[in-house]
């Protein structure tokens, strides 16, 4: 097993509270691309197997770290795949993942502020698949073999602009730049006791606003990689946020503000920290 971190943008492997700078610790600068660690993840079960008897870079402790995967080409949402959310939702169960995209360019680290763009900005906290090799038509029954592991993240959703008109504005709405906080470490698909049941929760300025487990997911990850390379090829580091488990904010009347502070956590995964700041709303046109 591993678990993948980006230091300074470095690639780094996660042991113990400390972390081991890949390129140093496998003499091959190209790992230092987080990037390239996460095609290359087959190698770093080794890799990270072998840092009980290698020297650590550092601790983790006092590192502020990056998105462990930084750049993905292509970046999956799905909508309402958790029963209770539909339902808080008012809206029926989809018959295949809804899905939309959220732009890359909005994807950081699990510490990073998050500005507030307008008084409708929401949290979902949500299980993120990450593609490690490239697929098409992948069968669901192989499916888990083509995900470099799983990391934990928020998409955060200004309602404001996401149903300003009808139909609706999913991907702009959930794209500004802040709005992807993922981490703290992309961790292997083997860490995990059932992959397919990973408890996450969310807590807003110290309240619990959601609490869930992926075995109530509705479409799997094995489903949603599945169905999705059935459409789309999938390629290393591409990211699926795989749904909200109910509690979101506009179920609730609340939603975020300056000073808040946004906590996110899942089993062995661990926690993204987001303070809430004053942000920029769109331009009228
Ligand atoms: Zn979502």
Redesign the pocket.
């Known amino acids: 097993m591993f678990r993948l971190i980006n230091v300074d943008g470095h690639a780094a492997l996660e042991v113990d509270g400390h972390y081991f700078d890949l390129a140093a610790l496998s003499g091959d600068p190209t790992l230092a691309d987080p990037m390239v660690a996460v095609e290359r993840h087959a190698e770093l079960h080794e890799l990270s197997a072998g840092c009980a008897s290698a020297i650590a870079s550092g601790q983790l402790a006092g590192v502020t770290l990056g998105a462990p995967v930084p750049a993905p080409r292509q970046v999956f949402?799905?909508?309402l795949n958790y029963a209770e959310h539909a339902a808080e939702s008012g809206r029926s169960l989809p018959e295949a993942p809804l899905t939309f995209t959220k732009f890359p360019s909005c994807i950081t680290g699990p510490t990073t502020d998050l500005p507030i763009t307008g008084p409708m900005v929401d949290w979902?906290v949500?299980i993120v698949a990450v593609i490690g090799t490239e697929v098409s038509h992948v069968a669901v029954a192989e499916a888990w073999g083509a995900v470099a592991g799983l990391t934990l993240g928020q998409?955060i959703?200004d309602r404001g602009v996401q149903f300003s008109d009808s139909p609706p504005q999913f991907s702009l709405g959930?794209s500004f730049a802040g709005f992807g906080p993922t981490g703290p470490a992309l961790v292997s698909v083997d860490a995990f006791d059932d992959p397919d049941d990973i408890g996450l929760w969310c807590d807003v300025s110290g309240e619990r606003m959601q609490e869930g487990r992926t075995s109530d997911l509705i479409f799997s990850v094995p489903t949603l990689v599945a169905y999705l390379s059935s459409i789309c090829t999938l390629y290393p580091g591409d990211l699926i946020?795989t749904?909200?488990p109910s509690g979101v904010g506009l179920a609730r009347g609340r939603f975020l503000a300056p000073q808040d502070e946004l906590r996110s956590g899942a089993d062995v995964i661990g926690e993204l920290r987001n303070q809430c700041v004053e942000g920029v709303g769109p331009l009228s046109v």
């Open positions: 949402g799905i909508g979902e949500e998409d959703s959930k946020f749904g909200t």
